[in-house]
C-alpha cells in the first residue's frame, strides 16, 4: 500500500474540519432563525390583542378621541361662563396677568383702604336697613386697618377676602338673620415660610383670625379661602342662607354648621301663664281665671320661637387661571352689582 502524502491528508483534515464548522454555523443560524420566528408570532398575537383591544391608532379609535374632544369642549364652554361671572365679581381688586398666566392685584395700599371703608359703610346701611344688629362700630373682620393701610404686597388676597365678605354679608342681611356676631378670616397679612398665606403668630386682633391658611390648587388652578362667620337668627332665616349660599355666583362650600338653639331648658309653667293674656286665660271672658282642666284652658306655644346662634365655616373657591373656552363659547358679562363701583 502506498503511503497518502502529506499534503493529502492536510488537505482532507482541512476539509473536515470546515465541513464539521459549517455544520456547526447552519445549526447555530437555525436555530437564531427559530427562535426570531417565534418571536414574529409573539409579536404579531400581542399586536392582534392591542389591536383588539382599541389601543392602536385605527380608524374608529380616531373617531372616539374626536368625539371625546367635542364633549370636552362642550364641558369646558359650559363651566367657562359661571367661571368668569364668579372672577368678574373681583375685577375691582386684580385682573389677568398680560402674559395670561395667573393674576396680579390692582390695588395699592391706600387704594385698599379706600375700598374698605366704602365697602364698610354700605354693609352697614344694609344691616340698619335690614333690622340687623351689628357689633359696636364693626370693621367686619378688618380692625386693625381701621387707621393704617395693608402692606402693598397683601392687597391682592386682603381685596379678594374683603369682596367675598361683602358677598357673604349681603346674604345674610338680606336674609334678616337677627345679628352679626363676628367674622374671622385667615391672616393673608402674614406669610409662612415656603411663602404661602396664612398664619396667627403676631397678629394682635386674635378675635378675627382664623386657625387655617389660604392653600393653592394644582398648577394654581385656584385659591380657598377659608372665613367663619357667627350670627343670630330664626330657622327660616338660616335656611335662606344656606340656599343662598348655594346659588351664589361666587364658588362658595359650607364646610361645617354649629347650630344652638338660644333656649337650653323649657319654659316653666309660671313663664307659660305669665305671656298669656287675660282674654285667652279667662278663656275670652275678661277678668276671669283661668281654667286648665276645662275646654277652655291654657294654650300656648313653647318651642318653635327661639333664635339660633350659628357658627358657619365657608370657604370661597376663586379660580386663578380661568381655562379657554372654543371660539364658540361666549364671555358672560358683569351684572350691574358685580361691575367695579356698582351696587353692593
Same mark, same amino acid.
Not at 379609535?61 to 361671572?85: C, F, R, T
Not at 276645662?294 to 306655644?301: Q, S
Not at 318653635?304 to 370657604?315: C, H, W
Given at each position: 500500500?502506498?503511503?497518502i502524502?502529506?499534503?493529502?491528508?492536510?488537505?482532507?483534515?482541512?476539509?473536515?474540519?470546515s /465541513?464539521? $464548522?459549517?455544520?456547526a454555523?447552519?445549526?447555530?443560524?437555525?436555530?437564531?432563525?427559530?427562535?426570531?420566528?417565534?418571536?414574529?408570532?409573539?409579536?404579531?398575537?400581542? $399586536?392582534?390583542? *392591542?389591536?383588539?383591544?382599541?389601543?392602536l391608532?385605527?380608524?374608529?379609535?380616531?373617531?372616539?378621541? @374626536?368625539?371625546?374632544?367635542?364633549?370636552?369642549?362642550?364641558?369646558?364652554?359650559?363651566?367657562?361662563?359661571?367661571? @368668569?361671572?364668579?372672577?368678574?365679581i373681583?375685577?375691582?381688586?386684580?385682573?389677568?396677568k398680560?402674559?395670561?398666566? #395667573? =393674576?396680579?392685584?390692582?390695588?395699592?395700599?391706600?387704594?385698599?383702604?379706600?375700598?374698605?371703608?366704602?365697602?364698610?359703610? @354700605?354693609?352697614?346701611k344694609?344691616?340698619?336697613?335690614?333690622?340687623?344688629k *351689628?357689633?359696636?362700630?364693626?370693621?367686619?373682620?378688618?380692625?386693625?386697618y381701621?387707621?393704617?393701610?395693608?402692606?402693598?404686597?397683601?392687597? *391682592?388676597?386682603?381685596?379678594?377676602?374683603?369682596?367675598?365678605?361683602e358677598?357673604?354679608?349681603?346674604?345674610?342681611?338680606n336674609?334678616?338673620?337677627?345679628?352679626l356676631?363676628?367674622?374671622?378670616?385667615? =391672616?393673608?397679612e402674614e406669610?409662612?415660610?415656603?411663602g404661602s398665606? /396664612? /398664619?396667627?403668630?403676631?397678629?394682635?386682633? !386674635?378675635?378675627?383670625?382664623?386657625?387655617?391658611?389660604?392653600?393653592?390648587?394644582?398648577?394654581?388652578?385656584?385659591?380657598?379661602?377659608?372665613?367663619?362667620?357667627?350670627?343670630?337668627?330664626?330657622?327660616?332665616?338660616?335656611?335662606e342662607?344656606?340656599?343662598?349660599?348655594?346659588?351664589?355666583?361666587?364658588?362658595?362650600?359650607?364646610?361645617?354648621?354649629?347650630?344652638e338653639?338660644?333656649?337650653?331648658? =323649657?319654659?316653666?309653667?309660671?313663664?307659660?301663664?305669665?305671656?298669656?293674656?287675660?282674654a =285667652?286665660?279667662?278663656? /275670652?271672658?275678661? !277678668?276671669?281665671?283661668?281654667d286648665?282642666?276645662?275646654?277652655?284652658?291654657?294654650?300656648?306655644?313653647v318651642?318653635?320661637?327661639?333664635?339660633?346662634?350659628v357658627?358657619?365655616?365657608?370657604?370661597?373657591?376663586?379660580?386663578?387661571?380661568?381655562?379657554?373656552?372654543?371660539? !364658540? #363659547?361666549?364671555?358672560?358679562p358683569?351684572?350691574?352689582?358685580? @361691575?367695579? !363701583?356698582?351696587?353692593?
Amino acid at each position: 500500500m502506498k503511503k497518502i502524502p502529506s499534503n493529502i491528508k492536510s488537505l482532507a483534515v482541512l476539509f473536515l474540519v470546515s /465541513g464539521l $464548522m459549517a455544520g456547526a454555523l447552519c445549526y447555530w443560524f437555525g436555530t437564531q432563525i427559530d427562535e426570531k420566528i417565534l418571536r414574529i408570532g409573539e409579536i404579531h398575537k400581542q $399586536m392582534e390583542t *392591542l389591536s383588539g383591544g382599541g389601543i392602536l391608532p385605527t380608524r374608529g379609535n380616531l373617531k372616539g378621541l @374626536q368625539s371625546n374632544d367635542a364633549k370636552l369642549a362642550e364641558i369646558l364652554n359650559s363651566v367657562q361662563a359661571p367661571i @368668569q361671572k364668579a372672577s368678574s365679581i373681583f375685577a375691582a381688586v386684580r385682573s389677568p396677568k398680560p402674559d395670561g398666566k #395667573g =393674576i396680579r392685584g390692582l390695588l395699592d395700599s391706600d387704594s385698599w383702604k379706600r375700598l374698605f371703608g366704602e365697602k364698610r359703610e @354700605q354693609l352697614r346701611k344694609l344691616a340698619g336697613a335690614n333690622k340687623v344688629k *351689628l357689633p359696636e362700630d364693626y370693621d367686619f373682620g378688618f380692625k386693625a386697618y381701621r387707621l393704617t393701610s395693608p402692606k402693598a404686597d397683601a392687597t *391682592l388676597d386682603l381685596g379678594v377676602q374683603l369682596l367675598a365678605i361683602e358677598q357673604v354679608n349681603q346674604v345674610l342681611f338680606n336674609a334678616r338673620i337677627k345679628s352679626l356676631n363676628g367674622i374671622k378670616r385667615v =391672616i393673608v397679612e402674614e406669610k409662612r415660610a415656603d411663602g404661602s398665606a /396664612g /398664619g396667627l403668630a403676631s397678629f394682635t386682633e !386674635g378675635d378675627e383670625a382664623m386657625p387655617a391658611a389660604v392653600v393653592s390648587g394644582p398648577n394654581d388652578a385656584y385659591k380657598v379661602y377659608p372665613f367663619e362667620f357667627s350670627f343670630t337668627g330664626s330657622t327660616d332665616a338660616l335656611t335662606e342662607v344656606v340656599n343662598k349660599l348655594v346659588a351664589s355666583d361666587c364658588f362658595f362650600i359650607i364646610r361645617s354648621l354649629t347650630v344652638e338653639n338660644e333656649k337650653n331648658s =323649657i319654659a316653666t309653667r309660671s313663664e307659660i301663664k305669665g305671656v298669656a293674656s287675660p282674654a =285667652i286665660a279667662g278663656g /275670652g271672658l275678661p !277678668g276671669a281665671q283661668p281654667d286648665e282642666s276645662g275646654p277652655n284652658k291654657l294654650v300656648v306655644p313653647v318651642v318653635g320661637q327661639e333664635l339660633l346662634n350659628v357658627r358657619m365655616r365657608v370657604d370661597l373657591i376663586d379660580f386663578q387661571n380661568l381655562p379657554t373656552a372654543s371660539s !364658540g #363659547g361666549k364671555k358672560a358679562p358683569a351684572s350691574a352689582e358685580t @361691575q367695579p !363701583g356698582g351696587k353692593s
